[in-house]
């Protein structure tokens, strides 16, 4: 009768006297294992604005709005929607653009603070001929480097590398599509109606 309640009580003894197994957040910060999962970060250095990692988010976490007054696309990272499944860092066609950091506290009672929200900016490439956002310079940079050479073949590439080396101003949007505007920046779709006229 009085055994178990004696093997309860050396239980607790021991309990008692031996050290914790929980960690003590959150008075001692937690370090998380190199393997975890905490809420992504974009690195600016290696992101090219593509969008991939808003297309495969699968909580739509990341907003992308491209402001053609300033010509500025932005990629804002809601941290309050994330689920923080990686999507985003595996399908980064960079393979460094965007990644999981080993943060995971957001306790915060403003859901508009600043710290929920992650942000990167990218200059917009605009089409010459219809005036709206095709892609970033970032990202056609990066394509010219993964083609080499070939990348002289394409028009948009070629002007790419002249910007490199100086500053090359957009012409007016014209009112119908001329043959010169071959030699421009321009999207998949003018450039294929040019293309056609051109020929045709």
């Known amino acids: 009768m009085f055994l178990p309640k004696l093997r309860e009580v050396t239980e607790a003894l021991k ?9 003590k957040f959150p008075f001692k910060p937690y370090v998380a294992p190199e393997e975890y999962r905490g809420y992504p970060k974009y690195y600016e250095e290696d992101c090219i604005g593509c969008g991939t990692c808003a297309q495969v988010c699968p909580t739509n976490a990341i907003e992308i709005t491209d402001d053609l007054t300033t010509g500025i696309r932005k990629l804002v990272l809601d941290y309050t929607s994330c689920s923080q499944c990686g999507q985003c860092e595996e399908k980064c066609i960079t393979g460094e ?5 080993s943060e995971y506290v957001l306790s915060t009672p403003d859901l508009k603070a600043p710290e929920v929200f992650e942000t990167v900016e990218k200059e917009l490439a605009i089409c010459e001929s219809c005036g709206k956002a095709f892609a970033c310079h970032a990202h056609l940079l990066f394509v010219k480097e993964r083609l080499g ?14 910007r490199q080396f100086t500053d090359l101003k957009l012409s007016a949007v014209k009112d119908r599509i001329r043959r010169e ?13 040019t293309v056609v006229a051109d020929e045709f």
């Open 181 to 193: 505007d071959i030699i421009k920046m321009m999207c998949p779709t003018c450039r294929h109606k």
């Open 15 to 23: 309990s008692l006297f031996s050290p914790a197994y929980t960690s």
């Open 149 to 162: 050479a070939k990348a002289y073949a394409h028009p948009n590439l070629l002007i790419e590398s002249q």
């Open 97 to 101: 653009g965007i990644k999981l950091s």
